[in-house]
């Protein structure tokens, strides 16, 4: 079974526009969605979520359709963050909690003290003096604590200093460990996905450019640096993107299409991107 | 059982762990009948994906050096002295060409790299 399923989905706002996204996301992996800003990742989040109404295709979140009455049940098993938590002002961890036992039917309560421990969050200060990085581990915790089989995060990790960063990461990776959970979490800062993910799905100009496993994407793609002659003679399939310099070009290209003579660069996911991103752009 | 993995290496993430879990195995590290860990422990355990730790194991397991019990986990396979034969030979026709590469580096003849083999068997 596949924790997400998207068909031809299509969304389109005055000036924005979501065409034929297609995306799954194999149960037990973690997804990286990625693009920037204003390109579509909340959006999708939130058609996955059917919180905002399409214009057409299909989602099947844990293999139910959301459009369907099954869904309502569904959602108990999964957990979503957003990238701006909200709880009512006044609340302490220790009301969000007492509020999340009588929400959710699953709730574990030994498992959401351990996370304020973890987290070193105040059971009895109030939410609206939280910081940011507090505010972000606090829904969480939440979200993990009514143990989900599925957890969904918008941008959960940005704002947030490396260290925070890197542990939220890790908890991912943990929840990851039994293999009928899954993730999806959208982020810009793709050294974070590049860490965890075993797929990236990269949103581009409101078209999904690519949906494919992170370490595949690291095989096949790699930068190398060479003068403008060399680049006259590569092959054009080879080349994925450019960036030219006074002094000699900047080629991503497909190492499988081109001859091993040239040195290759060591190249991020976070390379990559940028080279399609540029390219397309050109096109 | 020790895998260290290099990001910066040339070598692709799964052939790092295959190499060197073939390793373990042959130089007797894992002995027969050892477990080993899950993938998804593996994966976990070494921050990397579920699919590249797959991909080594269905790799070492092809190459007949774990075996799989369907819902138990990977097992070290019985030594196969051939197999170990095998990969000996590949390493020594490696290094040769190798030694041929370089010998050519500095004009040196057919004879002088066998008479400087010879020098050095006796040596031993």
């Given at each position: 079974?596949?924790?997400?399923?998207?068909?031809?989905?299509?969304?389109?706002?005055?000036?924005?526009?979501?065409?034929?996204?297609?995306l799954t996301l194999p149960t037990g992996a973690i997804m990286g969605l990625v693009g920037e800003n204003g390109v579509g990742k909340s959006t999708t989040i939130k058609l996955i979520m059917n919180a905002i109404s399409r214009d057409s295709g299909?989602?099947?979140?844990?293999?139910?359709?959301n459009l369907s009455g099954e869904f309502i049940a569904v959602k108990e098993d999964i957990g979503v963050v957003l990238d701006e938590a909200y709880f009512p002002e006044v609340l302490t961890p220790e009301n969000v909690g007492?509020?999340?036992?009588?929400?959710y039917r699953n709730w574990d309560d030994e498992c959401y003290y351990n996370f304020l421990n973890r987290f070193r969050l105040p059971e009895k200060k109030a939410f609206k003096d939280f910081s940011r990085g507090m505010k972000m581990k606090l829904a969480i915790a939440v979200a993990i604590s009514h143990k989900p089989k599925l957890l969904i995060l918008d941008e959960a990790t940005s704002g947030l200093d490396p260290i925070v960063r890197d542990e939220i990461l890790d908890i991912f990776n943990d929840f990851t460990r039994d293999e009928t959970h899954s993730v999806l979490l959208s982020s810009h800062i793709v050294s974070d996905l590049e860490k965890i993910c075993d797929y990236i799905a990269f949103i581009h100009n409101g078209k999904l450019l690519f949906c494919e496993e992170k370490d595949k994407l690291l095989e096949e793609y790699a930068i190398i640096k060479m003068s403008k002659d060399d680049f006259e003679k590569m092959p054009k399939e080879a080349v994925k993107g450019k960036k030219v310099s006074k002094y000699g070009v900047e080629v991503l290209v497909l190492k499988a299409a081109v001859s091993n003579t040239f040195s290759t660069e060591y190249t991020t996911l976070e390379d990559i991107i940028l080279f399609l991103a540029r390219g397309d752009m050109k096109q | 059982m020790d895998v260290i993995l290099s990001n910066m290496s040339e070598q692709p993430i799964y052939e790092q762990i295959y190499t060197q879990i073939k390793n373990s195995i042959i130089s007797?590290?894992?002995?027969?009948?050892?477990?080993?860990?899950?993938?998804?422990?593996?994966?976990?355990?070494l921050r990397i994906s579920v699919i590249t730790t797959k991909r080594a194991y269905d790799e070492l397991e092809r190459d007949g050096y774990i075996y799989t019990v369907a819902g138990?986990?990977?097992?070290?396979a019985k030594k196969n002295m051939e197999l170990i034969r095998e990969e000996h030979?590949?390493?020594?026709?490696?290094?040769?060409?190798?030694?041929?590469h370089l010998a050519k580096a500095c004009?040196?003849?057919?004879?002088?790299?066998?008479?400087?083999?010879?020098?050095?068997?006796e040596e031993e």
């Open positions: 079974m596949n924790a997400i399923e998207i068909n031809n989905l299509s969304k389109s706002y005055p000036g924005f526009e979501l065409r034929d996204i297609n299909s989602v099947k979140v844990l293999g139910v359709d007492k509020v999340m036992k009588n929400t | 007797g590290v894992l002995k027969e009948g050892d477990m080993l860990p899950s993938i998804r422990a593996l994966a976990k355990d138990k986990g990977c097992y070290v030979l590949k390493k020594i026709e490696e290094y040769i060409r190798k030694i041929q004009n040196l003849s057919h004879e002088d790299i066998i008479e400087m083999f010879s020098i050095i068997q």
